[in-house]
């Protein structure tokens, strides 16, 4: 049985930081870059245990997206990983559900950018895909993020949304979705 523990980054000790990487680098099979972990931290983090080892991870942060002429308060999705060993049991599902109920009782917006194996999840949740094009707000002004527009997933909470309009995000090293 799954058990999900919800604790923000400055309640998450050395130790267990050091374990959730871990398992995020054996997920992505090595290809988490450092500032894709400090993009999933400072915010809620939801962690997935079976028989009290940790199994999954998945974060919530918030960002700014712009929509619709407003600047929305986004709970963006970051780090979700499921150890390969534990997959198909229920723990992203679980991960998922946990990192909503933040969402809806403090965002605006959720949002996430999907990889192709994730769809599916995220999908099956409620996830909307983002059918409008995606830019970012970059120090040198709105630039267009094509490459993105795919994978941009959103998750409407409290205002109606054009999912055919522009989705802008707000700047940060690394990838910007």
């Known amino acids: 049985m799954t058990e999900v523990r919800t604790a923000h980054t400055a309640d998450l000790d050395t130790a267990t930081l050091t374990t959730v990487r871990d398992l995020l680098d054996r997920a992505f099979e090595g290809d988490l870059a450092d500032l894709d972990w400090e993009h999933a931290l400072g915010g809620m983090h939801a962690l997935a245990y079976d028989a009290g080892e940790l199994v999954g991870h998945a974060s919530v942060v918030q960002r700014r997206v712009l ?3 407003r600047s929305l308060r ?74 993105e527009d795919d994978g941009v997933y959103v998750l409407p909470v409290r205002l109606p949304l054009d999912p055919f309009g522009e989705l802008v995000c707000d700047w940060r090293d690394g990838d910007v979705w």
């Open 74 to 147: 986004t709970g963006y999705v970051e780090g979700v990983g499921v150890d390969k060993d534990h997959r198909g049991r229920g723990h992203g599902v679980a991960l998922m559900a946990a990192l909503e109920r933040v969402i809806r009782g403090a965002y605006d917006l959720g949002a996430l950018s999907a990889s192709d194996a994730a769809r599916g999840l995220y999908g099956g949740r409620g996830w909307l895909p983002w059918q409008g094009p995606t830019f970012a707000l970059t120090p040198l002004g709105i630039v267009r993020t094509e490459d």
């Open 67 to 69: 929509h619709a002429g």
